[in-house]
């Protein structure tokens, strides 16, 4: 095993420890890897170079998309503040909008498609089996982190006046790239600060400090978040008792901070345990990101294998919403 590929399954193997996110005597997967020889970046070797629009991913500058996720960005920026997110919480963390199964809410997600997002016109609902295959490729013996790639994304209902009624939300309080809110903007967040502008938050002095409302070291999971299908899709599978692993749920969780996760923002509000979080979130949005040039997949023949790790993780049936 090489230097490199030591060092990875040391880490992961701190990792389980640490988050307790595999069975007693699991080697992690990620050690699994290294002890096949494939180091974590052999597995980046089947990302595309360009999205379905022959364009560079995550292209914020020029897209063919640009207008719609510009507009949905700069709305974003100027609209999600403390007093949002607080009101928006009350509102959706009573699960009080339904009873609905996992498999009924991705097919709603066939009518919508993400104004945020300049990688993919594609209906949301077709992303969520393209990023759970593709995991299912390269991860064939975790199936808890199959379910993951199905279900990151489901979350999204919270746009859908067909869940929601007169609750639902306009997507940029739905979709798009997270940050916390009640601290300065970072300038790695998509469009800069200068896209932060007319936010309110920044008229208070707490909140537009570099710590804001936080203690240094407070750790990620203690920030609020901007609001979104992330932070919800997390709290559902919290309330319904799901049994997928913890590291599991903190890629759905954060999968969307890409300030932090991808450009390295927000450190000085990390805790200890955040460096072996950011590695399982990072593990998961490669697949979240690149799989959106996949074929589209036969989901009337993969929805047998899923429904039945659904059962497996304590969600086959209905949940509140």
Not at 59 to 75: C, F, G, P
Not at 186 to 203: Q, T
Request: glycine fraction near 8%; charge should be negative.
């Amino acid at each position: 095993m090489s230097t490199k590929q030591s060092e990875v399954c040391s880490d992961s193997t701190a990792a389980v420890s640490e988050q307790g996110s595999m069975s007693s005597g699991t080697v992690s997967p990620v050690c699994e890897k290294a002890q096949e020889h494939m180091s974590l970046e052999a597995l980046h070797d089947w990302r595309p170079k360009e999205n379905a629009f022959g364009d560079s991913f995550r292209n914020y500058e020029d897209s063919k998309r640009q207008d719609i996720v510009a507009q949905t960005y700069l709305t974003m920026h100027t609209r999600q503040t403390v007093e949002f997110g607080k009101r928006v919480r009350e509102r959706w963390l009573k699960f009080d909008k339904g009873e609905f199964t996992i498999l009924e809410m991705i097919a709603m997600l066939d009518e919508l498609v993400d104004d945020s997002d300049p990688d993919n016109e594609l209906p949301n609902s077709i992303h969520d089996f393209q990023t759970a295959e593709r995991i299912r490729q390269q991860w064939p013996e975790h199936d808890w982190f199959h379910l993951v790639g199905l279900l990151h994304d489901v979350g999204k209902v919270l746009a859908l006046p067909q869940v929601a009624g007169e609750d639902a939300l306009p997507q940029w309080a739905v979709v798009g790239d997270t940050f916390p809110v009640g601290c300065a903007p970072a300038e790695e967040c998509v469009f800069g600060r200068k896209s932060f502008e007319a936010n309110p938050d920044l008229a208070d002095d707490v909140y537009r400090s570099e710590n804001g409302m936080y203690e240094p070291g407070c750790g990620i999971s203690k920030l609020m978040m901007s609001w979104g299908h992330d932070e919800y899709m997390y709290w559902v599978l919290k309330e319904n008792g799901c049994t997928i692993p913890e590291a599991g749920l903190d890629m759905i969780r954060f999968h969307s901070f890409y300030p932090w996760h991808d450009r390295g923002a927000y450190a000085h509000l990390e805790a200890p345990e955040d460096e072996e979080r950011k590695k399982w979130v990072k593990e998961f949005n490669k697949f979240d990101l690149y799989s959106k040039g996949d074929e589209v997949p036969d989901v009337a023949a993969l929805k047998p294998y899923y429904q039945g790790l659904l059962e497996k993780y304590g969600i086959g049936g209905k949940l509140r919403w």
